[in-house]
């Protein structure tokens, strides 16, 4: 019964990936020969069992609670489940939080990928020949490690130097190295791939665009930091699913890849355009939250605040390379994109407030 490993899938983009794959439109585990997928993810505070709950039943889904750091247990469980194929999620993901405490992003990061490529590495000597030649290990990783562009700079490529600026992007730079190494050392089928900023459902709500829709819905300030100007290239997180799973299929061994939405836009541009789309979509003379009269329109609640230490002024992904060698393309604009991440919030409040109330934490720390 080969199978998928698949790390933290628990999260955001790792929930979306397993989603799509074991949907009925989506043909990747037939087409590789894929029995199963199996989910490791330590639930760590961004990872809500919730996200996947709806896969409950689904003899092609199993869940495994364990962290990338326990090597001896991966090891087995690759054994065990006939793992065929890893596709890399798991990792300390925000930003924010690298600033205030840079000791988790190195563990999981770093040593957590080193554990993870060491367990890969047994599994990929056991087989036979023919099962090393179909073996794969993917790496997710982010435009992060590329540092920050001007206005006028080309895009990120695959062969733009590294310049990781915060203590989450060095953790990440230092993940991808490690990948790289263990192609070129030991011949480890690994493929990489790299990618913008990812927006859609199921996203924590510490990030931009969850956080803009959830506060306004409570008409809450809508947080910008510095001027807004900062550009940030967005992927639809379906989009990326997509990506990873033809890079899986069709990427060269070793080889990296960029993947981006071909929509950069400032900050303050996004957060105009969700607050037109609420305007649109959960009118503000409906919104029981916001006292009446006392804004006209959601984007009266937009504050700026102090800018993040070192942010990166823009990123931007040049992803011809992945259309031209594994024929994926993105499918959604921002303008579509942003219109299904809004309607979903809206109709998914529940799941958001789970979250904010801490409500699935304490469930889970209930059942463990
Ligand atoms: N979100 C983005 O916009 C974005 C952009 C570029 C790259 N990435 C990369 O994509 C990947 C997924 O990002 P995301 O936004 O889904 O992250 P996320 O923070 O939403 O989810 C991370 C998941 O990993 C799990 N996890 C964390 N530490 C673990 C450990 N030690 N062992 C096992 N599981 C662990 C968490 O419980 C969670 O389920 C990350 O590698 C991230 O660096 C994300």
Redesign the pocket.
């Known amino acids: 019964m080969p199978s998928i490993l698949v790390?933290?899938?628990?999260?955001?983009?790792?929930s979306n990936f397993i989603r799509l794959a074991l949907s009925e439109d989506c043909s990747f585990l037939k087409d590789n020969g894929f029995d199963k997928i199996i989910n490791?993810?330590?639930?760590?505070y961004?990872?809500n069992p919730a996200n996947l709950s709806d896969l409950e039943g689904d003899s092609r889904y199993q869940f495994v609670h364990?962290?990338?750091?326990d090597q001896a247990l991966i090891e087995e469980l690759l054994q065990d489940e006939d793992v065929m194929a890893l596709a890399h999620?798991?990792?300390?993901?925000?930003v924010d939080r690298s600033i205030d405490g840079p000791e988790p992003f190195i563990e999981?990061n770093v040593t957590?990928t080193l554990r993870l490529l060491e367990a890969a590495k047994k599994r990929w000597l056991s087989l036979n020949e023919e099962k090393q030649a179909v073996f794969r290990f993917l790496h997710?990783?982010?435009?992060e490690v590329y540092g920050s562009l001007s206005k006028e700079d080309p895009a990120f490529c695959e062969t733009t130097p590294y310049a990781p600026n915060s203590p989450y992007s060095a953790s990440?730079a230092s993940s991808d190295f490690l990948v790289r190494a263990y192609h070129h050392t030991y011949g480890m089928p690994v493929v990489t791939t790299n990618?913008?900023?990812?927006y859609g459902p199921y996203q924590?709500p510490e990030?931009l665009i969850p956080l803009v829709i959830l506060n306004a819905l409570d008409g809450k300030a809508l947080p910008i930091y510095g001027d807004g100007k900062n550009i940030r290239d967005w992927l639809f997180v379906e989009d990326h699913a997509w990506g990873i799973m033809d890079a899986l299929q069709k990427g060269a061994l070793g080889e990296t890849y960029c993947i981006g939405g071909r929509s950069e836009m400032e900050n303050i541009q996004i957060v105009k355009r969700i607050c037109a789309l609420l305007d649109e979509l959960a009118p503000i003379s409906e919104n029981p939250n916001v006292e009446s009269g006392k804004i006209a329109k959601y984007e009266d609640l937009i504050k700026y605040v102090k800018d993040r230490p070192g942010h990166d002024r823009r990123y931007a992904i040049n992803c011809d390379y992945i259309e031209e060698k594994c024929g994926w393309s993105p499918r959604e604009t921002f303008d579509t994109g942003i219109k299904k991440t809004v309607e979903w919030y809206l109709a998914n409040k529940q799941w958001c407030k789970d979250i904010t109330d801490g409500n699935y934490a304490r469930e889970r720390l209930g059942n463990s």
């Open positions: 790390t933290g899938g628990c999260g955001f983009i790792g490791l993810d330590a639930l760590t961004a990872g364990a962290n990338i750091l999620f798991a990792a300390e993901s925000h999981t957590g997710v990783s982010t435009d990440k990618c913008s900023n990812n924590f990030k």
